[in-house]
């Protein structure tokens, strides 16, 4: 059973940046893909990014430019440097872990964090 445990959120100012981490354990890293998904409060939780084991990445349109995801294969983690943030990516963001078709495109990973709290004020 993967287990997936983030670190990383907190409350910060319009602009300021955030990075996410996340630590995998229990099951083999190397193969699933890794992603980041969010939710507001009222909102549908909706993907963020995603990161293959050999670099290939993914991004929603809205954090294009601004949010980097990377993971760190040796260590079983995986980031989301998170810049010039906006009081809209106020989010409960979570780690996800599992098959690539599954965390980009079905949006349903095999695995789940427990996500943390990332508030941005204006």
């Known amino acids: 059973q993967v287990q997936l445990v983030e670190s990383g959120g907190g409350l910060v100012q319009a602009g300021a940046s955030l990075r996410l981490s996340c630590a995998a354990s229990?099951?083999?890293?190397?193969?699933?893909?890794m992603g980041w998904f969010r939710q507001a409060p009222g909102k549908e939780r909706e993907f963020v990014a995603a990161i293959r084991w050999s670099g290939i990445t993914a991004y929603a349109d809205f954090v294009k430019g601004r949010f980097t995801i990377s993971r760190d294969n040796a260590k079983n983690t995986v980031h989301l440097q998170m810049n010039n943030l906006k009081p809209e990516d106020t989010a409960v963001y979570y780690c996800?872990?599992?098959?690539?078709?599954?965390?980009?495109?079905?949006?349903?990973?095999?695995?789940w964090g427990q996500g943390t709290q990332v508030t941005v004020s204006s």
């Open positions: 996800a872990a599992g098959v690539w078709v599954r965390v980009t495109t079905l949006r349903s990973p095999n695995y």
């Open positions: 229990g099951g083999t890293f190397s193969s699933y893909a």
